[in-house]
Nanobody, 132 residues
Framework: QVQLVESGGGLVQAGDSLTLSCACN?????????????MGWFRQAPGKEREFVAA????????YVADAVKGRFTISRDDAENAAYLRMNRLKPEDTAVYYC????????????????????WGQGTQVTVSS
């Protein structure tokens, strides 16, 4: 069973930067290892639905970020470390949310999962709070 553990959240001021990490342990029931997983980041603010933030393909070449964070957030992965990252620059108060890491096994090297229903595995979330 794949386990995802997020870290790196915290309380910061507007304009600051944070890097979230998602450590992946284990493998899927069909035998996928981290290098076979497409990864994504989502967030959920109080009183709001969970929303897509960023996704990265199995190869790491194909990436996509939501319009709300485009130009400020970057998703990356390091297969040697079995980890995915979300670099967040120029943070705004509206970025305040619980951030979740998600994974899904993929046969395609460039597959991107943009919808939360496409993901099979989720972390427990890490809180990011941005003060004004």
């Amino acid at each position: 069973q794949v386990q995802l553990v997020e870290s790196g959240g915290g309380l910061v001021q507007a304009g600051d930067s944070l890097t979230l990490s998602c450590a992946c342990n284990g493998r899927t029931f069909v035998g996928y290892y981290f290098s076979n997983l497409a990864m994504g980041w989502f967030r959920q603010a109080p009183g709001k639905e969970r929303e897509f933030v960023a996704a990265i393909s199995r190869s790491g070449v194909t990436r996509y970020v939501a319009d709300a964070v485009k130009g400020r957030f970057t998703i990356s992965r390091d297969d040697a470390e079995n980890a995915a990252y979300l670099r967040m620059n120029r943070l705004k108060p509206e970025d305040t949310a619980v951030y979740y890491c998600a994974a899904v096994g993929s046969h395609s090297y460039e597959y991107l999962a943009l919808d939360e229903y496409e993901y099979d595995y989720w972390g427990q979330g890490t809180q990011v709070t941005v003060s004004s």
